[in-house]
């Protein structure tokens, strides 16, 4: 039952170029979505959100977009670096308070090269 | 000072045994969470306590017995270890009805049993 699909297990990308990490989800109730970021032996920390409300959110180089009509959201890294080499889990979950409920993607291992 | 905190991050165990691994968290958080990745990568959520109490309870095995002696600790206890218990438990803690970015990981233990 993966509510949360991130079909591409792993990207390469080209320093300087941009990153497009996709999800897709099955669960109509779903309204918050977010984006964590793993480095290997730690733990995931948030990245960037977006409600269904929105359909872009951006913080910096990170930006999410969302289309609820496909049931879609994707990650942009604007200019990639080398430093932005991680899993990326993308998650979702029904409301926005209330982190008790988190579905998560099986991630997407992102290699930027120098 | 890191703000969840969980031990061992390695553990290497036989069939039958029964171990347990401990969290704490200096956040002040009254929410703390058991999150299991298993071999197929998923991040999936087992248990969450809010202040000592038992909120989520997913489809886990009675072997697993979640304790929480106060808000700052959520140790994870497993009896009769199996071979599928082999994964990397990560404990996170947050507010409770936080926005979901408020989740912190710990940065896991890596279960494995032989």
């Known amino acids: 039952d993966q509510q949360v699909k991130q079909n591409s297990p792993s990207l390469s990308v080209q320093e300087g170029r941009i990153s497009i990490l996709n999800c897709d989800y099955t669960?109509?109730?779903?309204?918050?979505f977010l984006w964590y970021k793993k480095y290997p032996a730690e733990g995931p920390t948030f990245l960037i959100s977006i409600s269904s409300i929105k359909d872009k959110n951006e913080d910096g180089r990170f930006t999410v977009f969302l289309n609820k009509s496909a049931k879609h959201l994707s990650l942009h890294i604007v200019p990639s670096q080398p430093g932005d080499s991680a899993v990326y889990f993308c998650?979702?979950?029904?409301?926005?308070?209330?982190?008790?409920?988190?579905?998560f993607g099986k991630g997407t291992k992102l290699t930027v090269n120098p | 000072d890191t703000a969840v905190s969980q031990t061992p991050k390695y553990l290497v165990t036989q069939m039958g045994n029964d171990k347990s691994i401990k969290c704490e968290q200096n956040l002040g958080h009254d929410t703390m969470y058991w999150y299991k990745q298993d071999s197929k990568k998923f991040l999936k959520i087992m248990f969450s306590y809010n202040n000592k109490e038992l909120i989520i309870n997913e489809t886990v095995p009675n072997r697993f017995s979640p304790k929480s002696p106060d808000k700052a600790h959520l140790n994870l206890h497993i009896n009769s270890l199996e071979l599928g218990d082999s994964a990397v438990y990560f404990c996170?803690?947050?507010?409770?009805?936080?926005?979901?970015?408020?989740?912190?990981f710990g940065s896991g233990t890596q279960l494995s049993v032989l």
């Open positions: 998650a979702a979950s029904r409301g926005e308070g209330g982190s008790e409920k988190l579905v």
């Open positions: 996170a803690s947050s507010h409770w009805r936080s926005t979901n970015e408020k989740l912190f």
């Open positions: 669960n109509s109730m779903f309204d918050y």
